[in-house]
């Protein structure tokens, strides 16, 4: 029987995968974005503009772990870039949204 190669060489895309609206304020509120290869970028919307606040490794299978340092240059800017898009997304789509303790349940 023949095996697929493609299954013990995959290649994993860098993607945001989830994210989290997590701590800061009302105007400035800040959000983890969590991405397939188990990196976390944390970013804080500032004066209407989002900036990086940090990074987090999760996972055994993490970029970190296989290569043993962080992302950097491009590869940050890529995914500040990514994260920045997913957050307006889901902004949009009203899924940071709180609930208001008097707001009815649906």
Known sequence: MLQNIGIHNQYRVMKPISSLSNGGTKKNPRYSVHFDDGIT???????D???Y???LSTG???YYLKKGKWPSGKNLDKRMELAIAFVNKNIKNNRYRKKV???PER
Do not use: A, Q, R
């Open 49 to 51: 503009e989002f900036v």
């Open 41 to 47: 970028i944390i970013i804080k919307l500032n004066n």
């Open 101 to 103: 303790d008097d707001e």
């Open 53 to 55: 606040d940090g990074m």
């Open 60 to 62: 055994l299978d993490s």
